[in-house]
C-alpha cells in the first residue's frame, strides 16, 4: 500500500462547481497535514494545512478524519485560476521528510 | 526575500558528466531537501539535512551526493550522469521538519 494515495485525475469541472478532492495515509502515526499547490511546470506551493477541527481559507475547506486515515479538499465556486494538480502531504514526525502524494489535478473550464 | 534559489534552471548533460546543482535559502531554516520530479509522477526525496553538517538519505539517493557545510547552502551532485536522472529537480527548506516546506523553483536536466 502506497503511504500518501490520491486519485490523479483529471478533474474537469465547469467554472463554479464544487469539487471535493480526496487522500488516504497508510501510517496511522502521522502528525502533521497538508495541501499544496503545484501548476504546470511550476515548483509546489503550500496551499493550507489541514487540522484535526478542520479549517477553511476562503473557497478552501480542508478536512482530517484521523480514525479514517483520510484528507479531504474541498473547493467551492471553482475558477479558472484553480486549475493544478493539489497535492496531499503528510508528515509522520517532525524529524522525517514530508511524503507527498502523486497529486490530483484539476482544469477548471469556462 | 529571495526564499529558495536553485541554480541553474535547466542543463543539458552528456551521459557520463557531472555537475553540481546549486541550492541556497535566506531563511535560516535548519531543513533542507533535494527532490525528483518525473512526469506525471510525484515527488521523490533524494536526500535531506537537518542542519549544517548533518545529511540524510531519501528515498532515491543512488547517483548523487550533498554536503552541508552552511545553513543556506544544499548543493547536490551528480557525478556520472546517467539518462535515468533526467527528471526536475526541486530543491525545498523549512524552518523544522513538519513545518510547510519553501521550494525553489527547479532545476529541468536532460542527461543525452
Known amino acids: 500500500r502506497k503511504e500518501v494515495e490520491q486519485d490523479p485525475g483529471p478533474f474537469n469541472v465547469p467554472e463554479g462547481a464544487t469539487v471535493a478532492f480526496n487522500c488516504t495515509y497508510s501510517?496511522?502515526?502521522?502528525?502533521?497535514f497538508f495541501w499544496y499547490r503545484q501548476d504546470c511546470r511550476k515548483e509546489p506551493k503550500l496551499l493550507m494545512s489541514?487540522?484535526?477541527s478542520g479549517n477553511e481559507d476562503g473557497r478552501f475547506t480542508a478536512q482530517l478524519n484521523r480514525a479514517s486515515q483520510y484528507i479531504s479538499l474541498l473547493i467551492r465556486d471553482s475558477k479558472l485560476s484553480d486549475s493544478a494538480t493539489y497535492l496531499c502531504?503528510?508528515?509522520?514526525?517532525?524529524?522525517?521528510?514530508?511524503?507527498f502524494g502523486k497529486g490530483t489535478r484539476l482544469s477548471v473550464i469556462a | 526575500n529571495a526564499g529558495v534559489t536553485q541554480t541553474p534552471k535547466f542543463r543539458i548533460l552528456k551521459i557520463g558528466q557531472s555537475m553540481t546543482l546549486q541550492c541556497t535559502q535566506d531563511m535560516n531554516h535548519n531543513y533542507m531537501y533535494w527532490y525528483r520530479q518525473d512526469p506525471g509522477m510525484g515527488l521523490k526525496l533524494i536526500y535531506y539535512s537537518v542542519g549544517a553538517g548533518i545529511t540524510d538519505k531519501g528515498e532515491v539517493p543512488n547517483g548523487y551526493n550533498v554536503s552541508r557545510s552552511t545553513t543556506e547552502d544544499f548543493p547536490l551532485r551528480l557525478e556520472l550522469a546517467a539518462p535515468s536522472q533526467t527528471s526536475v529537480y526541486f530543491c525545498a527548506s523549512s524552518k523544522q521538519g513538519d513545518y510547510g516546506y519553501t521550494f525553489g523553483s527547479g532545476t529541468r536536466l536532460t542527461v543525452v
Open positions: 502531504v503528510v508528515s509522520y514526525s517532525g524529524n522525517t521528510p514530508l511524503v
Open positions: 501510517n496511522s502515526a502521522s502528525q502533521s
Open positions: 489541514v487540522y484535526s
